[in-house]
């Protein structure tokens, strides 16, 4: 009798055990999918690039030259890209679609993507016709992608960034060390090492 006693008591502890554990569990996975969620609405906000981050184009660079002038713009972004391209995808999904990042780019640039490999006419900043891969090949230099390349209001290149960024930061980051015309005065990686501190 004391035996089967003994028995029952550890079947109802081990009984008890199974409960708490499970309990525990369920309690632990209820607070974990609170703190997703919480980490989810504190996340920012995001928009398809495709309609918030980039500018649509006729293709004549020269036109959108006076566009950004009239504007007040600092001046045009070209994001140079093509279709298999993983950087450009991975820019796309994580910094071109951050709305802080749309909001500030679209205040200080036109921008305008080119596809390194289109054989699409446009007309470069010099008024001349050309396709978009001899714009982004013979006359920008652009062999791997993505770059991103800013034009001042007279259609200079200042500033030309090869890859992606490590983070929309950085983005954010190129994109004020160009609107302040910082690259007159220092490179980008120095500015970026000063503003890290």
Not at 81 to 104: A, G, I, R, S
Not at 106 to 115: E, P, R, W
């Amino acid at each position: 009798m004391v035996r089967i006693k003994r028995l029952y008591a550890q079947k109802a502890s081990s009984s008890h055990a199974i409960n708490f554990r499970s309990s525990f569990l369920s309690g632990l996975m209820s607070v974990f999918l609170l703190l997703a969620l919480v980490s989810l609405s504190y996340a920012s906000p995001t928009k398809n690039p495709q309609d918030y981050f980039f500018d649509t184009t006729f293709g004549d660079f020269s036109e959108e030259l006076a566009n950004a002038k009239e504007e007040g713009k600092q001046g045009i972004l070209v994001f140079f890209e093509m279709d298999e391209c993983p950087f450009c995808h991975w820019m796309k999904m994580n910094v071109l679609n951050q709305t802080n990042v749309q909001e500030y780019y679209k205040k200080n640039f036109l921008i305008f993507s080119v596809d390194i490999e289109g054989d699409v006419e446009i007309t470069n900043f010099n008024g001349e016709n050309m396709t978009q891969k001899d714009f982004a090949f013979k006359e920008n230099r652009v062999r791997a992608t993505p770059v991103i390349a800013f034009f001042d209001l007279d259609g200079k290149r200042v500033m030309r960034f090869t890859g992606r960024t490590s983070s929309a930061d950085e983005f954010l980051l190129l994109g004020k060390f160009v609107a302040d015309k910082e690259y007159n005065n220092t490179k980008f990686s120095k500015y970026k090492r000063l503003h890290k501190k």
